[in-house]
């Protein structure tokens, strides 16, 4: 365990189907991320939350959505995703928000959307 | 914007030869580096990072990488790979003033080491 626990691990879920995504850190640290691994493809940075406040959403289409009601959790909720939104969804945390610690990575979620 | 390049998609080796890997990067100011790896059904985990001082920087499992800042370079070496070392591997960026210090990725390198 890295100290980033990702749930669940595997989802599977229709286009019209709503879900949600957690992620939670007990690690102290005041920064988590959410990207998006695709095969063949550079890790996507997609939302940054720094003290609970999203301080970047990287263009994300509107049928994710965060939410980080604490400092230790993080959420992704879904809604009429499209097959090409199945990929890794990959939480991360860092002690600051200015790059200098490196990232934890929790395990991933493996979505499919069928 | 900071962009990093992987240039091998996949590499292939035999036990007991060595391995570099290149990363090239894109940003003009002040960088810190990192490399990662993602054993096969593994989280990404830290295999080393420079901030400042000395260029050639040691990582876990014997691995090592030296930023050459005249070609925005920071190389993955590893003077003898095992099998154990098959995974995928991840340059990464960050600045650490402006831009919330976010990591840009690569698009990640394969290794497949041949026992």
């Known amino acids: 365990e890295t100290g980033v626990t990702q749930t669940p691990r595997h989802l599977v879920m229709g286009m019209t189907n709503k879900k949600s995504l957690k992620c939670e850190q007990h690690?102290?640290?005041?920064?988590m991320y959410w990207y998006k691994q695709s095969a063949k493809k550079p890790l996507e940075l997609m939302f940054v939350?720094?003290?609970?406040?999203?301080?970047e959403n990287n263009s994300v289409p509107s049928r994710f959505s965060p939410e980080c009601p604490n400092s230790s959790h993080l959420f992704l909720h879904l809604h009429t995703l499209q097959p090409e939104d199945s990929a890794l969804y990959l939480c991360?945390?860092?002690?600051?928000?200015?790059?200098?610690?490196?990232?934890?990575f929790g395990s991933g979620t493996r979505l499919t959307v069928v | 914007a900071q962009s990093v390049s992987q240039h091998n998609h996949h590499v292939i080796l035999s036990e007991a030869a060595s391995l570099e890997l290149g990363c090239n990067y894109s940003y003009g100011g002040t960088v810190n580096l990192f490399w990662y790896v993602q054993y096969p059904g593994q989280h990404l985990q830290l295999l080393l990072k420079y901030f400042s001082g000395d260029p050639l920087v040691k990582g876990i499992k014997g691995f090592e990488a030296e930023f050459i800042k005249s070609k925005f370079s920071f190389n993955l070496r590893k003077p003898s790979v095992q099998w154990s070392d098959t995974a995928e591997y991840f340059c990464?960026?960050?600045?650490?003033?402006?831009?919330?210090?976010?990591?840009?990725f690569g698009q990640g390198t394969t290794l497949q080491v041949k026992p």
């Open positions: 991360a945390s860092s002690q600051g928000s200015t790059g200098n610690y490196g990232y934890t």
């Open positions: 690690l102290g640290h005041n920064a």
């Open positions: 939350y720094n003290f609970k406040e999203q301080t």
């Open positions: 990464a960026v960050t600045s650490p003033s402006g831009n919330t210090g976010k990591l840009i």
